[in-house]
């Protein structure tokens, strides 16, 4: 009797890893999924650099992985070629939620396309990828890989505010004040407070960021107000280090 009850606890504990090493090889064999959607464009090749390792438990099965990204060409966000499409997140995300107006709502991009927005928009009409890819269905494959990885709809949807923020900010405008030579965010842009309520930020923080420079000097703290040119700077900056 007790050997069986060893024998059916080794039993159970085989299955166990067996299991976790079959969810480690599915979430595996998903990762490049959404890792592709961020960091590549125009084609699949990939516009960052990763390095994966593997581990492996003695018996041979697969027991954890660990992958990290380098080199992203961050840049890309806010200055790219004519004829080039940015990153394949934000065409894949304004494609795949055409038919889901809960989506459209929650990330407010109702009616918006890839021309909507500085972040997509190009001169040439440079929408379509040179894949043959469907952006739509690689925002679906992509949204599968994401539950595949045990990430639920809600945590989804948060990285998808994230990345609706960025086109959303790519749209601000400053307007300048000839006296002072001093910048204020434009309030009349209407992508103005879509990118507040998708980032949690208020006017005044944004502001404050973008139009100003804080100086330390002694014990004294000097606030510069910075001119149009540095203010679409820092908004570069910000949406490149979101």
Known sequence: QNNNGSKTRKRTKRNALEDQAGLFS??????????????????????????????????????????????????????????????????????GIRSNARDKDRLLLESCTPHHFKLTASPSNTYRRRDAVSDEAAYHNMRHAMSAIRMDQEQQLDVMEVVSSLLHLSNITFLSHSQSDACTLDADNHHLPCALELLGVSLLHLQDALTTHSIQVGNELLIKSLSLERCTKALEALIKAT
């Open 26 to 95: 599915q979430w595996v064999l998903v990762y490049p999924t959404p890792l592709l959607c961020y960091g590549a464009a125009s084609t699949s090749a990939s516009r960052f650099g990763k390095f994966m390792e593997i581990l492996f438990h003695p018996s041979g099965t697969l027991q954890g992985a660990t992958v990290n990204t380098y080199l992203l060409e961050k840049v890309r966000l806010v200055d790219r070629h004519a004829n080039e499409r940015n990153y394949h997140i934000f065409y894949e995300l304004l494609a």
